[in-house]
């Protein structure tokens, strides 16, 4: 009699149980490989992106980047020395005085000499759409970009060899174009003008009011061609980022509430498999220690403590302070695919998991215990095993009643 070979019984067996129990509610991977029209493939053996992996430790906190997309004084300067300059613009209101030292003169009444000069107010005009205004006996003056300051000066200049010794006195009635323009989650119905009259940016944070916890909300500023964005907490605690605000800038107040994923053998879920789960911050500063808590703590059983890596961006330049060889990286990369990895089996992690802050939309992976991976062996050495007694035990059923 022709004997079976136990390797295309273990064949056969794999695609029977497959077929009984492993049952899909949708395509099977198969089906979505070969039904495609084309296909990009990555080979197995290739890595889809170059990493490097580093191990937290004391060295590691103090190049941990700041908490937040980007800042603002890196993009607009520190905001040191005094407020900037407040230059007219087109559609500003102005108001002109000027002073005569006698009477007599084209602005005082009187006669010549008979008493000291007054002075004598303008009408109010509002720069033109080519940026002058106008001055009786001084003509056009150029107002558009200039200060206040300037423009007296031209005045009395231009009035020096007519009126007698002409003081001038150019004030602002509305100067809608040093506005700076708020948008988003403010509470003032989402936007705001707001005059940029020396303020700093919490000034104008605080006029424009917050509709959501502060370490919910990002600030963007857009300045010309630039732009940068800063996280609310940092503008708080960071007085470097307190910049001044310039006419025309556009501030953008924007709700973001930072979450990080977790993967792996976690008690999230509050079962004993572990599984996926997303999670807020809930905090304005939130470390590792408190996410891995946050997630549940690791399963005794499944969790391999030894092993927990944490995925994100992390930027050139901090890796390159912590000695990290980056040779294998473009030189043009200002950003760094990167695994952090804790081993909470060293009594002294927790000292650096309780520092190392966690950043928007880190992800932090668990990995298995190997003596899971080893139940899941035995576990499917029992279903194959359990399987071809069962066949067996079905042959030896349909020969019975033949003999």
Request: overall charge neutral; aromatic content about 8%; charged content about 20%.
């Amino acid at each position: 009699m022709r004997r079976i070979c136990p390797l295309t019984v273990i064949a056969a067996t794999l695609v029977l149980t497959g077929c009984a129990q492993l049952s899909a509610s949708g395509p099977g991977r198969f089906a979505i490989d070969h039904g495609a029209s084309d296909q990009v493939e990555v080979g197995h053996r290739e890595i889809v992106t170059d990493y490097v992996l580093v191990d937290i430790s004391q060295k590691v906190l103090g190049s941990v980047g700041p908490i937040g997309p980007g800042v603002l004084h890196r993009s607009f300067g520190t905001g040191r020395g005094g407020a900037p300059e407040i230059r007219l613009g087109v559609g500003d209101g102005v108001q002109i005085t000027i002073f005569e030292a006698a009477g007599g003169g084209l602005f005082s009444s009187g006669a010549p000499g008979s008493r000291p000069g007054g002075a004598t107010g303008l009408p109010g005009q509002s720069v033109d759409n080519k940026g002058f205004i106008s001055v009786p006996y001084a003509g056009r003056i150029k107002a558009s970009g200039r200060t206040l300051d300037q423009v007296q000066r031209d005045v009395e200049t231009r009035l020096a060899s007519r009126a007698i010794e002409p003081q001038v006195i150019v004030s602002v009635a509305d100067q809608s174009s040093a506005d700076v323009a708020v948008f988003g989650d403010a509470s003032s119905n989402f936007r705001a003008r707001i005059r940029a009259s020396g303020e700093r940016m919490l000034d104008v944070v605080a006029k424009a009011g917050l509709r959501y916890p502060g370490h919910e909300v990002f600030i963007t500023l857009h300045r010309g061609n630039r732009r940068g964005t800063v996280h609310f907490p940092v503008l708080l605690d960071r007085p470097e980022e307190n910049i001044f605000v310039q006419p025309g800038d556009v501030i953008y107040i924007n709700r973001q509430v930072q979450k990080f994923s977790v993967f792996g053998p976690t008690g999230s879920t509050g079962q004993t498999t572990g599984l996926t789960g997303g999670f807020a911050f809930e905090a304005p500063v939130l470390y590792l220690s408190e996410a891995v808590a946050k997630a549940g703590g690791l399963l005794d059983t499944r969790a391999n403590a030894g092993h927990v890596y944490l995925y994100r961006l992390e930027s050139r330049e901090s890796l390159e302070h912590l000695g990290v060889k980056l040779k294998n990286f473009s030189p043009d990369m200002a950003i760094i695919s990167t695994i952090y990895r804790a081993n909470f089996r060293d009594p002294s992690v927790f000292f650096t998991a309780g520092q190392f802050p966690m950043r928007d939309r880190d992800i932090i992976y668990v990995a298995n215990a190997d003596s899971v991976e080893l139940d899941k062996f035995f576990g499917f050495v029992r279903l194959i095993t359990g399987s071809i007694g069962g066949i067996a035990s079905d042959i030896a059923t349909t020969r019975a009643p033949g003999r």
